[in-house]
């Protein structure tokens, strides 16, 4: 399995979780790391990415309160999520993306995070 995810959970409105992905069998540094979210009978959404020289990119609704990081030597991509809110209750994915002739895609199993009181 390319990319595994953890570190989701039950958290309360303003609470902090850290989202984990680990990665194997592909040239970590080579690919665009990110993070996507899905609820059930919605279309997966992106949620922050990251390039292989740490130049980040935010969807509107979380910018200001999640950072995504990568360690290129451990091949593991971060999601540190703050001030979370109920809308951001979803299943959230890993993914490692990599542009050339063809595209290449790798996803996670997904993570639960849920926020409520």
């Known amino acids: 399995v390319p990319l595994v995810e953890s570190g989701g959970g039950l958290v309360q409105p303003g609470g902090s979780l850290r989202l984990s992905c680990a990665a194997s069998g592909f040239t970590f540094s080579s690919y665009i790391m990110g993070w996507y979210r899905q609820v059930p009978g919605k279309q997966r959404e992106l949620v922050a990415t990251?390039?292989?020289?740490?130049?980040?990119y935010y969807a509107d609704s979380v910018k200001g309160r999640f950072t995504i990081s990568r360690d290129n030597a451990k091949n593991a991509v971060y999601l540190q999520m703050n001030s979370l809110k109920p809308e951001d209750t979803a299943v959230y994915y890993c993914?490692?993306?990599?542009?050339?002739?063809?595209?290449?895609?790798?996803w996670g199993q997904g993570t639960q995070v849920t926020v409520s009181s």
């Open positions: 993914n490692a993306r990599r542009y050339g002739l063809s595209v290449i895609n790798y």
């Open positions: 990251i390039t292989s020289s740490s130049s980040s």
